[in-house]
């Protein structure tokens, strides 16, 4: 029996700042990655299996018997962002090796979820290797399997594995004609005269699982992996393969099911639980197979839902709707992606050399600052120039997004203007930026072509990037201000920043350092308070500005301990000495707290309009806007019966509390 969780998330990262912004969709967690870390990734590392009294009879690893494999840039953000689900997804194994006479458990994937038969040979090739190089690395072994994103498939990209050393990778039974019977792996040879071995999962069993009710249900799932074939035989070998993301966050406490499953067949001395590698270790394949290409395990039409409008969706189709826009976005990105490439092939001659064998090498160092500037002045032409380093630098990273914005997750879903494909069209904007002299004319092109991509929420593609995706104020001078405003007004704190950026102050000055490349900025930047929680950023760069911000301009990793900073400013000032102490205490949440003092502040304007009494209300209403919360509605009535019996005498004095409040200006 072998069970296989594909575990993946797009990446999440803002591409200037390097950082995950928030989610409002994955609330009441941060974003998708945390919300899915916390529902499936820390569960199936850490399964309940209960007893029949309904206690925990163990804690298990589920991964060190499942065949799995993670995505390279959810595994980097694991070992940031949860490094003990991280670990343990390691340790799953090296116990698994120990366990089936070093064969471990997991598989190899390529670094970005591409689809990989719509790329070009060389782009499957760098996006095979990284995916090899990133394994090493975490697993600390070579991969004998490969898991292909969407089980996408064509003739070259098994040619590109087999050419790796890759021995097996796994398809759903209709990509694959003339299987074995018993489910055991077939052979084939590609147009090149390579071969490798596929495994067809079994597509009943693995549709329960993924989509009926089998997770919820152990018992049933086991008895379905034990169940003969039509004929009444055993098979030699059951295997499945779904969305790891099927346990936890597809079906809360799927784990559990999972656990139980693993539990009862590995209980029975007629059943191996173990892993593909294991299984072509001892059965290897003794018959050719026929590839059905291009195809995949999620698209009846081939690859079509990546690329055309195909009735592949999510949701039912209502009136009006449609998903042509994939096809222009595909079309933008393959044009945007010859242009970019062109340009570093023949900047990156200049400066590296080979600059494909250069982009190649980029895996090895991928994300780390002190390893990629020692990287770029080992392969630079031109060791002494400073420029020429930090060019360098931007070039691979110019490579590194303008594959990255072929993630599948853009196409997957059913309009364009959702998370996934915003993000993709983050990627490609980072990639134009990069560009150099050329990136208003790449920006341009992209855009004549995301005219196109109508989209059922924005008017277009186009608009879409404009209004969403591009970023209106540049990523250094936002990241300057944000520090800058840190060391003002919250001196003796630590700044956290951003991952992308590092900053130095020197007096009204600040000069911030793209990590990745070197690339230096300067900026004067000055801090005013406006009173209240007002804060008014003027940033002026050697090359332009000065322009104006709010804390709302500044990066998330800026903005929040300045939010909580005032804060608690506003708590010290405006709530009583009671409050305080129940909120201390854990009696009260603040937001509760915060909202019955605003209530009362605007109760006492009946006997006191003084403008020491107007700003405490205005002070508690900036405080529940700082904590994300409305305006109370006994606040709002209380002070709208108040306005009616004070009088027009009164109205100059209330106007700024009511607009506070809520109100519309009288006239």
Same mark, same amino acid.
């Given at each position: 029996?072998?069970?296989?969780?594909?575990?993946?998330?797009?990446?999440?990262?803002?591409?200037?700042?390097?950082?995950?912004?928030?989610?409002?969709?994955?609330?009441?967690?941060?974003?998708?990655?945390?919300?899915?870390?916390?529902?499936?990734?820390?569960?199936?590392?850490?399964?309940?299996?209960?007893?029949?009294?309904?206690?925990?009879?163990?804690?298990?690893?589920?991964?060190?018997?499942?065949?799995?494999?993670?995505?390279?840039?959810?595994?980097?953000?694991?070992?940031?962002?949860?490094?003990?689900?991280?670990?343990?997804?390691?340790?799953?194994?090296?116990?698994?090796?120990?366990?089936?006479?070093?064969?471990?458990?997991?598989?190899?994937?390529?670094?970005?979820?591409?689809?990989?038969?719509?790329?070009?040979?060389?782009?499957?090739?760098?996006?095979?290797?990284?995916?090899?190089?990133?394994?090493?690395?975490?697993?600390?072994?070579?991969?004998?399997?490969?898991?292909?994103?969407?089980?996408?498939?064509?003739?070259?990209?098994?040619?590109?594995?087999?050419?790796?050393?890759?021995?097996?990778?796994?398809?759903?039974?209709?990509?694959?004609?003339?299987?074995?019977?018993?489910?055991?792996?077939?052979?084939?040879?590609?147009?090149?005269?390579?071969?490798?071995?596929?495994?067809?999962?079994? $597509?009943?069993?693995?549709?329960?699982?993924?989509?009926?009710?089998?997770?919820?249900?152990?018992?049933?799932?086991?008895?379905?992996?034990?169940?003969?074939?039509?004929?009444?035989?055993?098979?030699?070998?059951?295997?499945?393969?779904?969305?790891?993301?099927?346990?936890?966050?597809?079906?809360?406490?799927?784990?559990?099911?999972?656990?139980?499953?693993?539990?009862?067949?590995?209980?029975?001395?007629?059943?191996?639980?173990?892993?593909?590698?294991?299984?072509?270790?001892?059965?290897?394949?003794?018959?050719?197979?026929?590839?059905?290409?291009?195809?995949?395990?999620?698209?009846?039409?081939?690859?079509?839902?990546?690329?055309?409008?195909?009735?592949?969706?999510?949701?039912?189709?209502?009136?009006?709707?449609?998903?042509?826009?994939?096809?222009?976005?595909?079309?933008?990105?393959?044009?945007?992606?010859?242009?970019?490439?062109?340009?570093?092939?023949?900047?990156?001659?200049?400066?590296?050399?080979?600059?494909?064998?250069?982009?190649?090498?980029?895996?090895?160092?991928?994300?780390?600052?002190?390893?990629?500037?020692?990287?770029?002045?080992?392969?630079?032409?031109?060791?002494?120039?400073?420029?020429?380093?930090?060019?360098?630098?931007?070039?691979?990273?110019?490579?590194?997004?303008?594959?990255?914005?072929?993630?599948?997750?853009?196409?997957?879903?059913?309009?364009?203007?959702?998370?996934?494909?915003?993000?993709?069209?983050?990627?490609?904007?980072?990639?134009?930026?990069?560009?150099?002299?050329?990136?208003?004319?790449?920006?341009?092109?992209?855009?004549?072509?995301?005219?196109?991509?109508?989209?059922?929420?924005?008017?277009?593609?186009?608009?879409?990037?404009?209004?969403?995706?591009?970023?209106?104020?540049?990523?250094?001078?936002?990241?300057?201000?944000?520090?800058?405003?840190?060391?003002?007004?919250?001196?003796?704190?630590?700044?956290?920043?951003?991952?992308?950026?590092?900053?130095?102050?020197?007096? $009204?000055?600040?000069?911030?350092?793209?990590?990745?490349? $070197?690339?230096?900025?300067?900026?004067?930047?000055?801090?005013?308070?406006?009173?209240?929680?007002?804060?008014?950023?003027?940033?002026?760069?050697?090359?332009?500005?000065?322009?104006?911000?709010?804390?709302?301009?500044?990066?998330?990793?800026?903005?929040?301990?300045?939010?909580?900073?005032?804060?608690?400013?506003?708590?010290?000032?405006?709530?009583?000495?009671?409050?305080?102490?129940?909120?201390?205490?854990?009696?009260?949440?603040?937001?509760?707290?915060?909202?019955?003092?605003?209530?009362?502040?605007?109760?006492?304007?009946?006997?006191?309009?003084?403008?020491?009494?107007?700003?405490?209300?205005?002070?508690?209403?900036?405080?529940?806007?700082?904590?994300?919360?409305?305006?109370?509605?006994?606040?709002?009535?209380?002070?709208?019966?108040?306005?009616?019996?004070?009088?027009?005498?009164?109205?100059?004095?209330?106007?700024?509390?009511?607009?506070?409040?809520?109100?519309?200006?009288?006239?």
């Amino acid at each position: 029996m072998v069970v296989h969780g594909h575990f993946y998330q797009p990446p999440r990262e803002d591409p200037w700042l390097e950082a995950v912004v928030r989610e409002p969709s994955a609330a009441p967690a941060h974003d998708w990655n945390e919300r899915i870390e916390q529902e499936c990734y820390r569960a199936v590392v850490a399964a309940r299996r209960y007893a029949a009294d309904g206690r925990i009879a163990a804690v298990v690893n589920t991964l060190t018997s499942i065949s799995f494999d993670f995505g390279p840039t959810l595994l980097a953000w694991l070992e940031r962002a949860a490094p003990a689900t991280y670990e343990a997804v390691l340790a799953a194994d090296r116990e698994s090796a120990r366990r089936h006479g070093g064969h471990g458990n997991a598989l190899a994937m390529p670094y970005h979820h591409l689809i990989l038969p719509l790329a070009s040979r060389r782009d499957k090739v760098t996006e095979v290797r990284w995916g090899i190089a990133d394994f090493r690395r975490r697993f600390r072994r070579d991969p004998v399997g490969f898991w292909l994103p969407e089980t996408a498939v064509d003739d070259e990209t098994l040619d590109v594995l087999a050419a790796e050393g890759i021995r097996f990778t796994v398809l759903a039974p209709h990509q694959v004609e003339g299987a074995p019977v018993g489910g055991l792996p077939g052979s084939y040879r590609t147009s090149g005269g390579r071969t490798i071995a596929l495994f067809p999962y079994d $597509g009943a069993i693995a549709n329960e699982v993924a989509f009926g009710g089998l997770v919820r249900d152990g018992n049933l799932w086991a008895q379905r992996m034990l169940a003969p074939d039509a004929a009444g035989a055993r098979r030699p070998l059951v295997a499945i393969a779904t969305d790891g993301e099927t346990w936890g966050h597809h079906h809360p406490f799927g784990e559990v099911g999972l656990a139980w499953m693993l539990h009862l067949l590995e209980s029975r001395s007629d059943v191996r639980v173990e892993n593909f590698a294991a299984v072509l270790a001892r059965r290897p394949p003794d018959r050719e197979v026929r590839l059905v290409a291009p195809s995949s395990w999620s698209c009846p039409h081939g690859v079509e839902r990546w690329r055309s409008d195909c009735s592949c969706r999510i949701a039912p189709e209502p009136a009006g709707r449609h998903t042509r826009w994939r096809a222009a976005l595909r079309e933008g990105l393959d044009w945007l992606a010859g242009e970019l490439h062109a340009r570093f092939e023949l900047e990156g001659a200049q400066l590296l050399g080979d600059p494909w064998e250069a982009r190649e090498g980029y895996a090895q160092v991928e994300g780390d600052p002190a390893q990629i500037e020692r990287f770029v002045k080992r392969r630079l032409r031109s060791k002494r120039h400073a420029a020429a380093r930090v060019r360098a630098a931007e070039l691979l990273e110019l490579e590194w997004n303008a594959l990255a914005m072929f993630t599948s997750c853009g196409w997957f879903f059913d309009d364009i203007s959702g998370i996934e494909a915003q993000q993709v069209l983050r990627y490609a904007a980072r990639a134009i930026e990069l560009a150099g002299p050329d990136a208003r004319f790449l920006e341009a092109g992209l855009l004549e072509r995301l005219a196109r991509a109508e989209s059922s929420r924005e008017a277009s593609g186009r608009d879409l990037y404009l209004t969403h995706v591009k970023p209106k104020l540049p990523a250094a001078g936002r990241v300057a201000a944000g520090h800058a405003a840190a060391r003002r007004l919250t001196p003796r704190a630590e700044i956290p920043g951003v991952p992308g950026y590092r900053a130095r102050q020197r007096g $009204g000055r600040v000069t911030v350092v793209r990590r990745r490349t $070197g690339r230096e900025h300067t900026f004067s930047v000055g801090v005013e308070r406006l009173g209240g929680t007002a804060v008014a950023l003027v940033v002026a760069g050697d090359s332009g500005g000065p322009t104006r911000l709010g804390l709302d301009d500044l990066p998330e990793g800026y903005r929040m301990p300045l939010v909580a900073a005032l804060q608690a400013e506003l708590v010290e000032r405006r709530l009583s000495g009671v409050d305080r102490a129940r909120l201390a205490a854990g009696e009260a949440e603040l937001p509760r707290l915060a909202a019955l003092a605003l209530t009362r502040a605007v109760a006492a304007l009946a006997g006191d309009r003084s403008a020491k009494a107007i700003a405490a209300v205005c002070d508690l209403a900036d405080l529940l806007e700082l904590l994300e919360q409305h305006i109370p509605f006994d606040a709002q009535t209380t002070f709208a019966r108040l306005r009616a019996d004070a009088g027009p005498g009164a109205a100059a004095a209330l106007a700024v509390v009511g607009h506070r409040l809520g109100f519309a200006r009288e006239t």
